[in-house]
């Protein structure tokens, strides 16, 4: 195969659930559901974390984040690295190297003071975890082509259970066309350096791999009211995981709730709310849109792979939470992935594959190896219509956001267990219990399944390094003398 150009295609806090191509039968996503026909739906496509910074640096290195050691976002780091260590592999490196034109615009987020132009790549860093609102290169925007300024009216906030009363800013209308959002800002900046490299390709032939990042549709909900009134809420179907109870579970999601304030919306504030949301996921749709387009005007389409993903999804009042967090459902862990390449099949592919897969599947379209180390294979094999061998179970970590809590999971085709050493366990049939509602970790009739999942876990973190599995040694069902063997020293001391 050829090396291809590249167009990466990010969004962050987004929910599989919100795409016409993952089922949705009401929302507007033209542009990725007509990538998804032509290329591959990933329906299985997983975040090895469900944070910005952490997932984003698996990505940039193709390192779990155990590994890369960036394990939550800088502002609110509790300790754990601000960036990428010198050592560690980064994505950009072959890629410059071989002489690919290299770009990125938006959202970064991979540590605290190093950007993209720390790593060679054209962009500027737009530091943060939110719209840069009052980014000097965004306000400079709006002046030059005349747009009027930031400003939102009727902000909707949650309730904080302490004295000010005041939560988070979940929503608001946003008193600017779409033209002027920094969606579109993003967009502009986006075509800008693909004009130039398609220059460079026709006329040289030097490749490109350009990256796409966008804030949203991460709340705050803060779009024009073009898409804020898009979609009637009459229309919009509550999660069914609304049922929550927090029986069985551990107390901390019950916490977080009440953080997120998600009880203080009804019924009806909270259709609005998710209606606002997919009006966000179009609005950024339809900047893609802009994009596909222009690979096609530009005579970029049949040498060009496009990927869409989000670094993780989001609760939108899913298990009565917001935002995401210390909870590990699917809401927030299988993310959107879309991949075409051209010449390969339209399909969509079960198997369960990563963010961190990305990374070396990005390095074979341009003919280059996998780093090394790298934690992630490549996923052309999957996307030329191939069925090699392939993991039937996915693994995720989670290091804290807000403060430090440390999880990890492992799912397979059936069966969801949560390893929660300050808690208890979780363990969901999702057969039977889709909405992860029920917590069968002590239910005598899932002992079996639970000794199965929980050894399974243990396994792949010692084959990982994973430091997690020195809790599970002694603390955990694995069976007899096995924290022993894996000591190493045990043995020769006992």
Not at 99 to 111: D, F, L, P, R, S
Not at 408 to 431: C, G
Request: a negative charge; charged letters at 25%.
């Amino acid at each position: 195969m050829s090396a291809r150009n590249v167009l990466f295609l990010m969004t962050d806090q987004h929910r599989v659930d919100t795409l016409g191509c993952y089922g949705n039968p009401l929302a507007r996503t033209p542009a990725l559901d007509g990538l998804a026909a032509e290329g591959t739906r990933f329906d299985r496509f997983y975040t090895p974390t469900a944070i910005c910074t952490p997932a984003r640096a698996s990505l940039f290195t193709g390192l779990h984040p155990f590994r890369h050691g960036l394990l939550v976002n800088p502002e609110r780091n509790g300790g754990a690295r601000d960036e990428v260590a010198d050592e560690h592999p980064v994505l950009a490196a072959p890629l410059l190297d071989a002489g690919y034109n290299m770009g990125h615009v938006g959202k970064w987020h991979i540590g605290r003071e190093r950007g993209p132009e720390f790593y060679r790549m054209d962009g500027e860093h737009l530091p943060g975890a939110l719209n840069p609102f009052h980014h000097p290169s965004y306000e400079r925007w709006l002046e030059e082509n005349g747009h009027p300024p930031f400003a939102v009216r009727d902000a909707i906030f949650g309730k904080a259970p302490n004295e000010s009363g005041r939560g988070h800013l979940i929503a608001g209308r946003l008193r600017q066309p779409v033209e002027a959002t920094v969606e579109a800002f993003l967009a502009e900046r986006t075509l800008d350096l693909l004009e130039r490299y398609a220059r460079d390709f026709h006329d040289s032939g030097r490749r490109f791999v350009l990256s796409c990042h966008w804030y949203g549709p991460h709340l705050p909900y803060l779009i024009p009211d073009e898409y804020y009134d898009m979609y009637d809420p009459e229309q919009v179907p509550l999660p069914a995981s609304m049922a929550e109870t927090f029986a069985g579970k551990p107390d901390v999601q019950r916490r977080y709730a009440e953080y997120w304030s998600a009880d203080h919306f009804d019924a009806d504030a909270w259709r609005k709310l998710i209606a606002v949301y997919w009006g966000y996921v179009t609005m950024i749709d339809d900047q893609i849109g802009r994009l596909l387009t222009a690979l096609r005007e530009l005579g970029l389409w049949d040498d060009t792979a496009v990927m869409f993903t989000a670094d993780h999804g989001e609760f939108t009042g899913a298990h009565r939470l917001n935002d995401k967090g210390p909870a590990m459902y699917e809401d927030i862990y299988r993310i959107p992935g879309i991949v075409r390449v051209p010449g390969a099949p339209a399909q969509a592919v079960d198997e369960f594959v990563t963010l961190i897969d990305l990374n070396p599947t990005i390095l074979e379209l341009a003919g280059l190896p996998a780093q090394s180390p790298c934690d992630g294979r490549s996923l052309l094999p999957l996307i030329h219509g191939e069925r090699p061998d392939w993991p039937q179970e996915v693994v995720a970590e989670f290091h804290g956001h807000h403060f430090p809590y440390s999880q990890r999971m492992i799912r397979d085709r059936r069966y969801k267990l949560v390893f929660n050493p300050e808690s208890v366990h979780e363990l969901y049939d999702l057969e039977t219990d889709p909405h992860e509602l029920h917590n069968v970790y002590t239910a005598p009739s899932y002992a079996d399944v639970r000794r199965d999942m929980t050894t399974r876990l243990y396994r792949e973190l010692l084959r990982r390094g994973d430091p997690a599995y020195t809790w599970m040694s002694y603390m955990a069902d694995i069976g007899g003398g096995r924290a022993a063997d894996v000591d190493g020293v045990a043995d020769e001391v006992a």
